[in-house]
DNA sequence: TTACCTTGCGAAAACGTTTTCGTGTTAAAA
DNA sequence: TTTTAACACGAAAACGTTTTCGCAAGGTAA
């Protein structure tokens, strides 16, 4: 077992200095052919390569990206990790993940713990427990500190930084139009708590879409899901919820759901109570996932291009890091959603 | 913007000399508890944090795990880096994810970015053209030069390291027991070409199952899928194949697929082909997903506990790094598979 | 008074690089 | 012969830590 051999080393064996070796592997003027010679084919020979933390340390910079998720068993934020990882590969950097568990702890926690000299800036998608606190100090230290940030799907407005985002009210617009256009006269919103900023934006296009078709709102269409419910654990719980709607209003021909496993609980439910999928009642979701496409019927959704917000995102973080220049110049990017039909609308 | 400080501002502003400042931080018994309040209330004022990078640098040592995997946009990947981020982050470690998106040549590249003094230790899954090509170099290199690694799922038995495991055989074996004792006559299996370890595995133990109760094998309810099918882009053909099986063999009664999708795509063939799951026909998948769940039928299907793969594998690796007595003792950690019954089944 | 011990702190090395600046040697120009 | 310039290389600083060792001042024992 050898360890890995470094420039020292390189200029004991041929009795020269440090510099001229580092010099002679970078192809300087300054040193002769004969000397770059001999130390390149040395330097071959061993497989001599630069260690990194070294390299970090003296150009404080890391050639890193820190990505902080709330999770990563989900095929939204992994589609996200895959676009990040492409164009930092490509540009040169390497990604390092956090996870935050969708806890305001972790994720200060882990934002700190990387902050301290391991990467260059941060992409990021706020927890739950963060947006639901609503404190964001974290965010501006690590801003204050020079460290930029690029946040993604979940974002918040007050903090200034460039931002990649879902156009989710005009994506939700475009579901609840089709449904409308479909022939659906009472439409049913499957959401979560308005502050989650993505759950919050979809019902407010579901309600504009009404609007639009000059269709009056009913508030006991709108089922909102508190977020304990959220995870697959609870599963009973949500679908007694969905449940209890669709037999209150039994004239619902139409169900709006911001993200897939809404949708597919519902229409499990629907199934359950003998209602004919996109005959008797219409559904789309709101996601990039596996699920809808596998579903039966199949779920009509809206796409929200995961990969390419990754991309987007690395994309800004890293022309913020090479560009000294354009500081304070914040961006929001937004990503424009496209419906993609199958079985579950007519 | 207030760059991160250091303890050379602190000793200048405290006027003092760095070692007193470190010392001070650190509560040595060297320092006078005078000078100890001093520095630490100044260091606490000014939030400060030691970097990370100079202390890897002087550790050699960075407290960090390389994970090198195939693909994240799947749900047993990343259910393992669910399980090795927690592990990783309880013992204090970071980890850096690299995807080799199944290729030989990002492979090798991502492990010698990394490995030149980014990470301690590797945690990884084998792509299919490494598996394909046989070539093995960038692991006997990286063990030779002192850094360890653990592989999971897709392994290779002639490189010397720790390595984490589905019990594959006795698992399609457990899945196609169950088929029989539910009365399955004609069982067909849905698996890969022989190169892909885990699937020929898996079809080892199907052959198994099916001598152990003096089931004569029939050939024509083999289907070796080629691997270009895999994906979700080639669906049609993939449904072709089924549904030419199906055709061909009438009388089958049972089918074992390989994988999520395969089983997925079977039930499909099958409703199509107006049969009734599971009265007609029972199905189990092999895999850790989110389909199963939540298809219809949900599918019974043999369950490989992707995260405590990751968990483990974390362990071992800290293990590992942490004790350099029990150098060359490598382990092979063999996790049991567990079926899980649903509709799919009698 | 001398010898010795304790206390409290600083200098310096080390981790592995890159880069600036200085310097000795040789050859060309004056 | 003297001055100058080019050439080839080395010393040292810097990035931010930790740690070993040395040392001065003051106190105590002989």
Redesign the pocket.
């Known amino acids: 077992m050898k ?6 080393q390189i ?1 004991r064996e041929l ?12 192809n ?9 010679q001999k130390v390149q084919a040395f330097a071959k020979l061993y497989n ?4 990194n ?3 970090s ?4 910079k890391t050639k890193t990206i820190g990505i902080i998720i709330p999770e990563i068993v989900h095929y939204f934020f992994a589609k996200v990790i895959r676009g990040i990882e492409l164009v930092a590969n490509r540009r040169g950097y390497n990604v390092i993940i956090g996870l935050s568990n969708e806890s305001f702890n972790k994720e200060v926690i882990n934002m700190e713990m990387l902050a ?2 391991s990467i260059d800036g941060f992409v990021l998608s706020i927890s739950k427990d963060t947006l639901a606190q609503q404190d964001y100090h974290h965010f501006y230290e690590t801003i204050n500190q020079g460290m930029p940030i690029v946040m993604f799907d979940r974002v918040v407005n007050e903090v200034n930084c460039d931002k990649v985002i879902v156009d989710d009210l005009k994506g939700s617009k475009k579901a609840v139009n089709k449904l409308i256009e479909n022939g659906c006269k009472n439409i049913a919103i499957i959401t979560t708590k308005d502050y989650v900023s993505v759950g919050k934006l979809r019902t407010q296009g579901y309600l504009e879409a009404l609007e639009d078709h000059g269709i009056e709102p009913q508030s006991d269409l709108i089922l909102k899901i508190v977020e304990e419910l959220d995870s697959e654990d609870h599963l009973e719980d949500l679908e007694a919820e969905i449940e209890q709607l669709f037999k209150e209003n039994k004239k619902i021909d139409g169900v709006f759901a911001v993200n897939e496993l809404y949708a597919l609980t519902a229409m499990k439910i629907a199934r359950k109570l003998k209602k004919k999928i996109p005959e008797d009642i219409q559904f789309i979701g709101f996601t990039d996932g596996v699920l809808s496409k596998h579903a039966t019927p199949s779920l009509t959704t809206v796409s929200q291009h995961a990969q390419t917000m990754g991309e987007q995102a690395a994309e800004l973080l890293i022309d913020k890091l090479e560009n000294e220049d354009d500081e304070e110049n914040y961006q929001t990017v937004v990503i424009e959603t496209e419906l993609i039909e199958r079985e579950s609308t007519k």
């Open positions: 360890r890995k051999i470094t420039l020292k200029a009795d020269v200095s440090i510099s001229t070796v580092s010099k002679a592997l970078r300087s003027a300054e040193i002769s052919d004969d000397t770059k001599y390569r630069p260690n933390i070294a390299l340390l003296k150009n404080r301290n000299g």
